[in-house]
């Protein structure tokens, strides 16, 4: 068990290797167990798997690293902005507008726009 597939493909190779070696014939028995090795992550996640049922999970699961959690979070974010900004305008088929934040930070931002338009106008 190492932190990179790399280290784990070379234990792996060496492992075999020293008991090809060592064992000659008879090294199958200890190389089998070479099924499990490989990353933390790796490890962990096909014993979440072989596991899953037994504590509530599908098997088929998905684990996303930072640049898919970010991207999902984006996704969420878009829809929550297109459902804000449809909310606000009364529109149902509303395109989002350009921004970046929240709903609640989008709907504060125009809150202070229409105020500032008032204040000038009298």
């Known amino acids: 068990m190492t932190f990179s597939r790399r280290a784990a493909a070379e234990m792996t190779r060496r492992v075999e290797r020293i008991a090809g070696d060592v064992l000659g014939e008879r090294a199958s028995i200890l190389t089998g167990g070479l099924s499990w090795s490989g990353t933390f992550h790796s490890i962990g ?42 909310a606000w305008h009364g529109d149902d088929d509303a395109e989002p507008a350009h921004r970046t934040m929240s709903p609640f930070g989008s709907l504060a931002a125009e809150g202070s726009t229409r105020s500032s338009t008032k204040s000038r106008n009298r």
């Open 45 to 86: 996640a096909r014993l979440l798997r072989e596991h899953a049922l037994e504590i509530g999970l599908d098997p088929a699961f998905t684990i996303h690293d930072r640049e898919d959690s970010a991207d999902l979070m984006n996704l969420v974010r878009h829809e929550l902005v297109t459902l804000s900004d449809a």
